[in-house]
């Protein structure tokens, strides 16, 4: 299972920047999908979660009403959209897929099985 998350970027504070991470090997349609951030020295944290079909959809509390999480099966890809991005957004941001058929808790990471490499978010002030 390989997941390559692409997107990432500088922006200034207010900006916006769309996350895809695209998966092979797995059989996507089955699997739910997160997105999660860490910052170096803090623990990863759950930022967003979508189930197999496209829902329910989980948010954390600190991006909720600023960004989308979405999911195209057919091109075995999950997107999330973030606006009104602030500095404290900036981090190293990961999807990861949990295995078909496997228990999950939508934003604890250590409940999924798949990780992409990342791709890093700055956000300047």
């Known amino acids: 299972v390989q997941l390559v998350e692409s997107g990432g970027g500088s922006v200034q504070a207010g900006g916006s920047l769309t996350l895809s991470c695209t998966a092979s090997g797995l059989d996507f349609g089955a699997s739910a999908m997160g997105w999660f951030r860490q910052v170096p020295g803090k623990e990863r944290e759950g930022v967003s979660s979508?189930?197999?079909?496209?829902?329910?959809?989980y948010y954390g509390d600190s991006v909720k009403g600023r960004f989308t999480i979405s999911r195209d099966n057919a091109k075995s890809t999950v997107f999330l959209q973030m606006n009104n991005l602030t500095p404290e957004d900036t981090a190293m941001y990961s999807c990861?897929?949990?295995?078909?058929?496997?228990?999950?808790?939508?934003?604890?990471?250590?409940?999924?099985?798949?990780w992409g490499q990342g791709t890093q978010v700055t956000v300047s002030p």
């Open positions: 979508i189930d197999r079909d496209g829902g329910p959809i």
């Open positions: 990861a897929a949990v295995a078909s058929g496997r228990w999950w808790q939508p934003l604890l990471p250590i409940t999924y099985d798949y």
